[in-house]
């Protein structure tokens, strides 16, 4: 038996949804008519699931589910509400919703529909639980690791295990955000941070290498690391393992040393042969010591092979996990429209299956696949059949690659009936080759793709590497020369068999030597140059080469290699270089006739000036004729300069008026100075500003103006002064229209609010109750009846609102006499009036008298029986505010309370009033609290504006 908790403040809703829910046999129905109710009721009781509505009083379903995820607790939850604002959907699936379900239609449909979503959220919560629980021990994997794995992203790092922790000596939490450069060591930042962007950048690089780090004491540790790239929070990063080789580092260290050791004294044993026998015991004990630094090192690399091992295993189950998931289903019909999809497909999207059906298969691809698309669907009404990818969009706007593997639908008579396709979401799958690929061309690139020829031979003299840049020189293929000996390398460059460079490394041969131009040794390496006659097609290539041996880890010499790089580019661009200086030695006698040529131009200069002097005052007719306002002034604050249209925009009769008048823009024009120092402040930083906006002052009028300014910085001087070109506009219209439509919009949004959540939750109240008297035997029939008869007198006070409050805002606001208002009110009440110092006018909506009109309802109707009169007083509140003070002697209104008095929905859904009264006022920016004192009566006090009253003229 399922356990349901359903909160709603419509208490007809819960007993219907009571008596539906619990009649399909396996639910049983707790009801609670507040969130607040519902959390006091979860303290004793447990729930498999919880259906609450949205719009509340007191707190709201949005705000309920923020308790309950906030605590902890992860009962399915589902929203069933009227209301169906794409904001409030949102707001509710980003604060863990399972589901958003609206109210309306069938009754029947609509609590089997809802059931069904209680199912199977209960199911996709069990589901979870073992995801979870899979996460975890995942984690655990990651934590108890051996090697340091961490996540960088633009060069930060942004996830750390205890490992990496542990060798930097540096706490988990510290580490997130520290810079990468921080950690490696300064000798190895080019080449970490070098391929860490040629990573990023989708270069060829290789994955594994090894560098050194850096501990929190300074210490340096060698490392290995292995660098894939991935997305992190929808961004490209790096996934870095790291194995600590500080140990093995050491050990070849002194492996080396134990090399160069040897070597001094075989030197040394040359002149001392007498002394081999007494130095013997101690090679022998330094030889044992490099075979057990042998031993250690072919440990630590076997220990390495069965990580990679355990590394490639976990990727197969993963491969494996994904080929075998469950397949999304989607049939469409001849007009390639959705007539079907299971659960998995609408998953795979993000969209419920009610959504999806209808929709045509081209509105969920992208517009760059459409004509594949419309190719691949010719082939179906033909009969044909397709395996094909294709590139999905999900709801969210996720770009998702599936796999589909469609079937035509014909009929008897072989007409295209449809088609139907199995579907596998492959993104991640293909993610993952993808990742394949790139480490298996990185692996090649470093084996294969060397950019200077190589080759390899060994000390017998046969080719043991040949890769392909030397392929490309020589026409010999790797597979023809790798093996052989016998100086076959030499016949591509020297067309006989002959000791070469690399040969030389091996055999220091003064009579192979002297074949050379030159020989120079660096260290253990060989480099020349020589040129090739036959190469590039007998043009000759001018070849440069360097060559070293290679060692084993006991420091033998166990082969050679040579590189080969042409650079015939090179001496050829040397040559080019040459020539092209002697040609700069004739330009440069050139110039002395070209200095003639410029004197005679000079007379043409003169020329153009004149003309320029003519077009300047042709400019200058434009901008004394232009529509707007155009200026110079100075940073310090006095125009230099403005036109007829900018003085009449300021107020003023002409551009002299206004220099002569305005000595400081600062103090003597802007509304608000402030604004003219911020103005400032960005030319000077910028050099430009557009669309600024400034309130103004007319003068001798305290009329106030907006002007929109764009301006530039035309000339700056050594003191920071500087001087200002620019134009305005007068938007004072603008803005007031602006405005007048913020108004409309918000008045719009409160009446949709009003009506659609209140008249649909009564509306679907009434289905229900119509589809129970469908059962004339019901014993509860008659009760039936009085329910449904309440529910539509409830619709009609609920649209008589909305006809009365659909007029706020839509006339302009007129000056009305307060005293006149409130005389007119008083011959209608039926308590005494005490009117004080109101002799005012307001700046109002024309439905103002409504506001006194509710108050005086308020007062008669929740006054109590001691409410005897009424008081109001009018005069400063103690700002700029002109305050009016509406006074009861009634039961008055709880602390509690005072805010949620003008709440729409206060009292169960009965107090509009109030809340009309504050929907008036704010649309004229006048406002209204209540500060009475519980047991002394009611106190309302509305503050107005400066701008929207004055004394009464009269």
């Not at 309950?68 to 863990?96: H, K, Y």
């Not at 490992?163 to 080449?191: A, K, N, W």
């Not at 004491?217 to 790291?242: C, M, Q, Y």
């Not at 093996?483 to 460079?501: D, M, T, V, W």
Request: with cysteine.
């Amino acid at each position: 038996m399922i356990k349901i908790l359903y909160v709603d403040d419509e208490r007809i809703l819960l007993d219907l949804a009571k008596i539906f829910i619990e009649k399909k046999g396996d639910f049983t129905v707790d009801t609670a008519e507040s969130a607040a109710d519902a959390l006091e009721m979860m303290k004793t009781e447990t729930y498999d699931a919880i259906i609450s509505d949205y719009q509340m009083p007191g707190m709201d379903g949005i705000e309920f589910l923020k308790v309950i995820r906030g605590s902890g607790d992860l009962t399915p939850f589902m929203i069933f509400t009227g209301r169906g604002r794409e904001e409030i959907v949102i707001q509710a699936f980003e604060n863990g919703a399972d589901f958003y379900i609206q109210k309306g239609g069938d009754p029947n449909s609509q609590f089997v529909e809802l059931l069904h979503k209680v199912k199977q959220a209960i199911n996709l919560r069990q589901t979870g639980i073992a995801l979870r629980e899979s996460e975890e021990k995942y984690r655990l994997l990651v934590e108890k690791a051996n090697e340091a794995i961490l996540i960088s992203q633009d060069k930060l790092v942004r996830f750390s295990n205890p490992r990496f922790s542990s060798i930097l000596g540096i706490p988990m939490e510290q580490l997130i955000g520290t810079p990468i450069s921080e950690i490696v060591h300064p000798d190895d930042h080019e080449l970490v941070l070098g391929r860490y962007d040629q990573r990023l950048s989708g270069e060829d690089v290789t994955e594994n290498y090894e560098f050194r780090i850096l501990d929190s004491s300074g210490n340096t540790h060698w490392v290995k690391i292995h660098t894939t790239r991935i997305l992190w929070e929808d961004k490209p990063a790096l996934l870095i393992l790291l194995d600590e080789i500080t140990a093995r580092k050491a050990a070849e260290e002194e492996l080396h040393a134990s090399n160069k050791k040897l070597v001094e004294l075989n030197e040394e044993l040359k002149g001392h042969l007498k002394t081999i026998a007494d130095r013997n015991d101690e090679l022998q004990g330094a030889y044992k010591q490099l075979k057990a630094a042998e031993e250690e090192l072919r440990s630590n690399y076997e220990e390495l092979e069965k990580k990679e091992t355990i590394l490639r295993e976990t990727g197969e189950k993963f491969r494996r996990i994904v080929e075998t998931a469950e397949e999304g289903i989607w049939e469409m019909d001849e007009e390639t429209k959705t007539t079907f999809v299971n659960r998995k497909m609408a998953d795979m999207l993000g969209y419920p299956v009610e959504e999806m059906l209808g929709k045509e298969i081209s509105s969920f691809i992208s517009k760059d696949e459409y004509p594949d698309h419309e190719s691949l669907i010719k082939r179906r009404k033909k009969g044909q059949n397709d395996n094909y990818l294709r590139h999905f969009i999900r709801k969210d706007g996720e770009v998702r690659l599936m796999k589909v593997k469609a079937t035509s639908l014909v009929d008897e008579t072989r007409k295209f009936k449809g088609s139907f396709a199995m579907v596998s979401d492959i993104t991640e799958q293909k993610q993952a080759e993808d990742a394949l690929n790139e480490s298996t061309q990185q692996l090649m690139d470093i084996i294969d793709f060397l950019p200077d020829a190589t080759l390899v031979i060994d000390t017998g003299g046969k080719v043991i590497a040949w890769n392909r840049a030397i392929e490309k020189m020589t026409g010999v293929k790797a597979e023809d020369i790798i093996g052989k000996g016998n100086y076959e390398y030499s016949i591509p460059f020297y067309r006989e068999r002959r000791p070469i460079l690399v040969d030389l490394v091996l055999n220091s041969d003064p009579d192979n030597i002297s074949k050379y131009p030159f020989v120079k040794r660096e260290g253990n390496a060989l480099l020349s140059e020589i040129t090739i006659p036959h190469f590039n097609g007998g043009k000759g290539a001018h070849l440069w080469f360097i060559s070293t041996p290679l060692y084993n880890i006991e420091g033998q010499i166990t082969g050679a290699i040579e590189s080969i790089r042409d650079i015939t580019s090179k001496k050829e661009a040397e040559e080019e270089l040459r020539t092209k200086n002697e040609e700069l030695n004739a330009a440069y006698e050139q110039l002395a006739a070209v200095d003639e040529e410029i004197r005679q131009s000079f007379d043409e200069l003169e020329k153009s000036h004149r003309d320029l002097e003519n077009s300047e005052e042709k400019y200058r007719d434009l901008v004394e004729n232009a529509p707007i306002g155009i200026f110079t002034s100075t940073s310090e604050g006095y125009y230099i300069s403005i036109n007829e249209t900018g003085a009449k925009i300021l107020g003023y009769s002409s551009p002299g008026e206004v220099i002569r008048s305005i000595r400081n823009l600062k103090n003597d024009l802007y509304f608000d100075p402030k604004r003219r120092d911020f103005f400032i402040d960005i030319l000077d930083k910028k050099g430009s500003v557009e669309d600024f906006i400034i309130e103004i002052i007319l003068p001798g009028r305290e009329e106030r103006r907006h002007l929109s300014i764009n301006a530039r910085v035309s000339e700056r001087f050594s003191a920071g002064s500087f001087i200002i070109q620019g134009f305005f506009n007068d938007t004072t219209d603008l803005k007031n229209a602006h405005k007048a439509l913020e108004n409309a919009n918000h008045q719009l949004k409160l009446l949709t609010g009003i009506t659609r959540h209140d008249i649909l939750n009564s509306v679907m109240a009434a289905y229900c109750y119509i589809d129970l008297l469908k059962s004339p035997e019901d014993p509860d029939r008659e009760q039936y009846l009085k329910t449904l008869h309440e529910i539509l007198q409830k619709i009609q006070r609920q649209i008589e609102f909305t006809r009365e409050f659909e007029n706020l805002g839509s006339h302009a606001p007129v000056w009305q006499n307060l005293s006149c208002i409130l005389h007119d009110l008083e011959g209608q009440s039926p308590l005494p009036f005490h009117i004080s110092d109101c002799d005012i006018e307001v700046f109002a909506d024309p439905v103002l008298k409504k506001v006194f009109d509710t108050l005086l309802d308020n007062t008669i109707r929740h006054g109590g029986p001691g409410a005897s009169r009424i008081d109001i007083k009018c005069g400063n509140s103690g700002g700029s505010d002109y305050s009016v003070v509406w006074q009861d002697d009634g039961s008055g209104i709880p602390y509690v309370d005072k805010d949620r008095i003008f709440e729409r929905g206060y009292g169960r859904n009965t107090g509009l009033g109030l809340f009309l009264v504050r929907e008036i006022l704010g649309i004229s920016g006048i406002k209204i609290r209540e500060t009475g004192n519980p047991g002394e009566g009611a106190r309302f006090e509305i503050l107005i504006p400066p701008e929207r009253y004055r004394m009464n003229s009269a």
